[in-house]
């Protein structure tokens, strides 16, 4: 899908008429069902007045000039461009509501898998079932912040370094190589890591940062400056690293069921790239954690898209606290349905935001 060479004024798509609104309605939502253009005969039927195919054909004319919509071929039917799918988005989707029989599915798979895994188990789960439910790809980004951290060790490596190893719970480890005096002697390494284990096991790395921040000035009155410098480093390693974000992302063989074209093949390869390049997903996924409902991002709107025209659509995962822990969401082509899968990426976020936080 190609964007519109010029972005026309708001004003210019507040006069659209209402006829004008429609036949641009039952365009997209043609589009959206099957992926096809649409031409004016087609359309003249799906309307609920009584248009010719010369008056639709001419209203796509206008459109078209608007940048709403665009031919693909010479001869061929309307797809709406990626500006149009915005408008429409912004100004005339209508959401739908979850059938009772998603909202159990997507409860109970989330309530069990909080029994059986952990934290990351359960984002798991939940982006499995929005992938499952959606047949596109589901993605979350979180924090590693709620896991509940259990030891700290530390290992010299050479004189000026050091390996500083963070166990949690849930047996995931993080390793940080950190830089340590010449001076430092073993048995700082030993006391260091068992100042740190008194206060930080059982917390998650939100509360141990609170704990070690309060506890700073303690510190170096019960430890020497070098182990009291060890422990800031070897903390401050993992509290502001950028590994402290996961993505996690389930489905992508659903992208593959429903290629009408060897252009969607290749979309469909771009954005299996996008998918690979993590860190590209997770700055995205953090701007969807920029407010309190579900955020649209299509195709180019977002240099991520900007060859494979995919759409994200996320909502922001909170904790008890209504602190933002991440983002959870669905990632496909540009022609999803937005109407249905916006309530259920909203409510998918809500469930593991209720789980999560023991409410």
Known sequence: ????????????????????????????????????????????????????PASVRNVMQDLEELGLVYSPHTSAGRLPTELGLRFFVDSMLQIGD??????????????????????????????????????????????????RLKQVDFVRLEPERALAILVADDGTVENRVIPVSRDLPPSALIEAANYLNARITGRTLAEARETIETSRQAAQVELDQLTARLVETGFAS???????????????????EDLTAAADLERVRLLF?????????????????????????????????????????AAPLRDSERRIIGALGVIGPTRLNYARIVPMVDYTAKVVARVLGGA
């Open 98 to 147: 979850l059938e009772d029989a998603e909202r159990v599915r997507i409860a109970a798979g989330v309530e069990a898998a909080s029994h059986a895994h952990d934290f990351e188990g359960v984002l798991a789960e939940a982006t499995s079932l929005l992938s499952g439910l959606t047949r596109v790809a589901g993605v979350v980004a979180a924090t590693k912040e709620n896991v």
């Open 273 to 313: 790239a996008d998918l690979e390049t993590k860190t590209g997903v997770i700055d995205l996924l953090e701007r969807a954690e920029q407010g309190d409902g579900v955020r649209i991002f299509i195709g180019s709107e977002n240099k991520l898209f900007s060859l494979s025209g995919s759409s994200l659509i």
């Open 238 to 256: 993992w509290a502001g690293a950028p590994s402290d974000r996961q993505l996690i992302v389930r489905g992508q063989a659903h992208l593959l």
């Open 1 to 52: 899908m190609r964007s519109a060479p010029l972005v026309p004024p708001a004003a210019n798509l507040s006069l659209l008429t209402e006829r004008s609104r429609e036949i641009f309605r039952q365009l997209v939502d043609s589009y959206l069902a099957t992926g096809e253009p649409v031409g004016s005969r087609q359309l003249s039927r799906l309307l609920p007045m009584t248009l010719s």
